[in-house]
């Protein structure tokens, strides 16, 4: 199904960052006022927002459109207030051992699946295929290689941000799980909980 102007918009602003009004036009290939029309009406409706950023020299101030918290959750969510209320009464009901027991078998089982999926033999295939199954999972994750030869997962979204809120367990967890899937050195750079735009990885062969 194709998508309305406005989810392109939401899209966009969400995997790359703040945008300018005539970066997104360029993009879509619609004219700059088909987009600004877009924009203040999902501004009126609290999904985005405009932040003037000063220009290199003496130019004119730019008008950079990012997503506000409404705008962030028109992406998947994992049903954040529920998993947030069932981990909290499962911490008050049977303490922070159940907790971490559930964790730890979410670990185990995530990383038996992604040793299935993720088997090429050099580490940069098999960060694009993490990327990929990741992607696949609602995390709009992207990879590539930096000049430094050292690789970057990026993952512009958390579907699972409600209980990594009420646990950094869950946070914990993944990044162990992307080493023993890798067999890398990997590091979080950026971090959504940190409040970070998107969580990224830097990726170094061991």
Request: charged share 25%; net charge neutral; hydrophobic share 45%.
């Amino acid at each position: 199904m194709r998508q309305s102007p406005a989810n392109r918009i939401l899209l966009l602003i969400k995997t790359e960052g703040p945008q300018l009004a005539a970066t997104l036009a360029a993009r879509l290939a619609i004219s700059s006022e088909a987009v600004r029309q877009q924009l203040t009406k999902m501004a009126e409706e609290g999904l985005v927002e405009a932040v003037s950023e000063a220009a290199a020299g003496r130019g004119r101030p730019r008008q950079l459109w990012s997503l506000t918290a409404a705008g962030n959750q028109t992406f998947p969510d994992g049903h954040a207030e529920l998993t947030a209320t069932i981990l909290s009464t499962l911490v008050a009901q049977l303490g922070r051992p159940a907790l971490d027991a559930v964790i730890s078998a979410r670990e185990a089982d995530t990383l038996k699946r992604y040793r299935e999926e993720v088997d090429a033999a050099d580490v940069q295939s098999r960060v694009q295929q993490l990327a990929t199954v990741r992607t696949s999972e609602g995390y709009m994750a992207d990879s590539w290689q930096e000049a430094d030869g050292s690789l970057l997962l990026v993952e512009n979204h958390c579907p699972i941000c409600a209980a990594a809120s009420v646990c950094a367990g869950f946070c914990r967890s993944e990044l162990e799980t992307f080493r023993a899937v890798l067999g890398a050195k990997v590091e979080r750079e950026e971090h959504i909980l940190l409040g970070a735009r998107r969580c990224a990885y830097r990726i170094t062969p061991l």
